[in-house]
């Protein structure tokens, strides 16, 4: 017989989704990620401006509830790449309904592309100043 | 000409939406205001157990941000009946995701239908103990 799953505080689908997202942060790490962005000065220098040890705190949890995976891509001082797992890419959904609503019902907020279009020209002028 | 809105953290839909719903609590409350619960003690009888100040301060917020109205069914002491507005209507998109990606990548959690079927269950065992 299988055991009973222990949950934190209910079965339900959204509750659950709840204790590991349900945060300011924890879904803009997620859309820096499907935006492309990998590394820890990447998800800084998003204009939300993410706290350092709120990301750190973030990247831990999401990498323990399997939505995102690590890999060194340096050795000392040790730096990773992050990205998203099956599971963590499985949240553009969630994302795109918020844009979506966003978009709807709060005036002037901008969509997801048009976010990964800012941070292109972002990168452009920084390519082009340095 | 149009004054530039003012964003708290940058103009991004996510993150807009975040700075309302962006908690552990505030999706619940619209999950049951979604599944046909209307009072205070509708919501606190929740299987989550939502601490009475949070559930006072979450509708406040709800209401502020246009997502839920209220009307008083009762003078004295006054309580109040509360629902969602067409915005809050709107979130069903998000909540119908994060059901299907809970449901798919947290084992045994249940949807929103099952969820409902439940709270009618709980409904009924409750008329039957009367």
Avoid: H
């Avoid at 689908?13 to 945060?23: E, F, R, S």
């Avoid at 820096?32 to 350092?52: A, C, R, V, W």
């Amino acid at each position: 017989m299988k055991n009973k799953t222990e949950f934190k505080r209910s079965a339900c689908a959204i509750a659950n989704t709840l204790d590991i997202l349900g945060d300011k942060w924890t879904l803009l790490v997620v859309r820096d990620l499907y935006l492309g962005k990998k590394t820890y000065s990447e998800f800084q220098n998003s204009p939300e401006k993410i706290p350092t040890n709120i990301l750190a705190e973030r990247l831990k949890r999401l990498e323990s509830a399997g939505i995102i995976s690590k890999q060194s891509y340096q050795p000392r001082p040790i730096r990773y790449a992050y990205q998203l797992t099956q599971k963590g890419e499985a949240l553009e959904a969630v994302l795109k309904e918020m844009v979506i609503w966003g978009n709807k019902f709060i005036p002037d907020t901008i969509s997801l592309e048009r976010v990964e279009k800012l941070v292109d020209r972002q990168k452009r002028k920084k390519l082009l100043s340095d």
